[in-house]
């Protein structure tokens, strides 16, 4: 476990537990808006606003790195990995949502969330949680009893976010058209395309970062991205990370993975409303062929890389390190980025 990347798990919380023999709660199944939760990966196709999951509550989590591993609606981002049962997400008597096993007594059933290893087993009448491979319960586990029924929320704070914060002299002077300022933390890229690079390369890692963009007078979102295992020195020649709160419907006819946390052209990322004129906060996560992508705590991507192997990740799968590049996309863009950490795995 020594290469893994500890967190602190948080299980909010193993509720509705009652003494052997009281009456279990009533479960109720929860409707999932499916192109929401699932979007469609075919081009021209625009994903509505999921709606109803369980954000991180408060700005202050946010600002401290926690991201949710279960959105309060779908089992986006878990996989079944033992067990006669299946996974469903249902609602108990005090509106609480949860996942849970598809049966209400004799559990067997192991599902795993398949980017942070997290492990959920409901066996019998215990229901345990084990620490992934990637993410780590810290040398706690948790469990329940089949009283308990579901887990209503899996909240995880990677350590990424006690590393400094990376400044100015971490990044190389921007090339291309674009303007960078730095200003008390805060880098903003405006004036054309272009980009600043990371002065060290990397290949798995997590990197949570806060963005603003501010909204323009004409009412159209404002266009950047970050690229990660870029090619050094090249522009933008890597895997892009949206940012793009509103697109415009036409350009979701040009492109899959057009909204914030999607990767541009490779994989649509769920919308979770990020407005422009308003702090918002990603974490990126890549290991190996595997990317997984956090917007306001809310997983939105959740993808592996399938293509051959190629330098350069326009056109295939790139497993070794590459720069982080900041993206100026054109004159009449301004986008800021603030408390920038980033941690190899």
């Known amino acids: 476990m020594s290469r893994c990347l500890p967190l602190v798990l ?11 023999g009281a009456t279990l709660p009533t479960l109720r199944p929860v409707k999932v808006d499916e192109a929401a939760a699932y979007p469609s990966q075919e081009p021209g196709i625009k994903p509505p606003i999921l709606t109803g999951f369980l954000p991180p509550h408060t700005k202050s989590l946010l600002a401290d790195g926690y991201v949710q591993l279960f959105d309060g609606t779908s089992t986006y981002g878990w996989i079944k990995t033992g067990g006669k049962d299946s996974l469903s997400v249902k609602e108990n008597d005090s509106s609480h949502r949860g996942l849970t096993s598809d049966k209400t007594t004799d559990w067997d059933l192991m599902v795993e969330h398949r980017f942070a290893g997290i492990r959920l087993q ?8 084990s620490e992934g491979n990637i993410f ?22 990677p350590h990424v976010h006690i590393l400094p914060v990376l400044t100015e002299s971490d990044w190389k002077p921007v090339a291309g058209a674009s303007e960078a300022k730095w200003s008390d933390g805060v880098l903003e890229l405006t004036g054309g395309v272009g980009m600043v690079e990371s002065v060290k390369e990397y290949g798995d890692f997590i990197l949570q970062l806060e963005y603003f963009t501010p909204v323009r007078p004409d009412g159209e979102g404002i266009n950047s991205g970050l690229f990660f295992r870029c090619i050094p020195g090249e522009m933008l020649n890597g895997y892009k990370c949206q940012i793009f709160n509103s697109p415009p419907d036409e350009y979701y006819a040009r492109f899959i993975g057009a909204d914030t946390g999607g990767i541009l052209r490779q994989h649509v990322g769920r919308n979770v409303g990020a407005k422009d004129g308003e702090w918002n906060y990603l974490t990126i996560a890549a290991r190996g062929a595997d990317v997984a992508i956090w917007v306001n705590g809310i997983q939105v991507t959740d993808w592996t890389d399938k293509r051959a192997e190629h330098d350069n990740p326009r056109n295939g799968k790139r497993l ?9 996309h054109d004159p009449e863009m301004t986008i800021l980025f603030r408390n920038m950490r980033i941690a190899e795995m």
């Open 320 to 328: 070794q390190p590459g720069t982080i590049q900041l993206q100026g």
């Open 136 to 157: 780590n319960t810290s040398g706690h586990s948790f469990s329940g009893t089949k009283n308990s029924r579901i887990v209503t929320g899996i909240r995880v704070r």
């Open 10 to 20: 948080l299980l909010l919380p193993l509720i509705g537990c009652q003494p052997p």
């Open 122 to 129: 409901f066996e019998g009448d215990e229901l345990t949680v």
